[in-house]
């Protein structure tokens, strides 16, 4: 079994910063890419965020020179650095993880619950 659990949402004002922490544990041999992805009322889940096991990184045009995602030195957490937030930028964030699992040494992908962000204007 695989778990993947966010933390770190909150409510902040318009042009605020808050920092994201996605874990991943259980039955990992080894973890490749690991994403942000958020789901507003009434839009599409669209990508943020993403960042390969070698480091490499891809943001959504909305959220370059603002956000800027991380790794952790274990390798199966991955950080979310939000600075001058928008009242766009709101909805719940989700972590999505691609783990090989120690079971079978195949990759899937696994999600967590989601954590909420909240922006005042």
């Known amino acids: 079994q695989v778990q993947v659990v966010e933390s770190g949402g909150g409510l902040v004002q318009a042009g605020g910063s808050l920092r994201l922490s996605c874990s991943a544990s259980?039955?990992?041999?080894?973890?490749?890419?690991m994403s942000w992805y958020r789901q507003a009322p009434g839009k599409q889940r669209e990508l943020v965020a993403a960042?390969?096991?070698?480091?490499?990184?891809n943001y959504a045009g909305s959220v370059k020179g603002r956000f800027a995602i991380s790794r952790g030195d274990a390798k199966n957490t991955v950080y979310l650095q939000m600075n001058d937030l928008k009242p766009g930028d709101s909805g719940v964030y989700l972590c999505?993880?691609?783990?090989?699992?120690?079971?079978?040494?195949?990759?899937?992908?696994?999600w967590g619950q989601g954590t909420q962000v909240t922006v005042s204007s």
């Open positions: 259980g039955t990992i041999f080894g973890v490749n890419a």
């Open positions: 999505n993880a691609n783990v090989i699992s120690v079971l079978s040494f195949v990759a899937n992908n696994y």
């Open positions: 960042i390969t096991s070698g480091g490499s990184t």
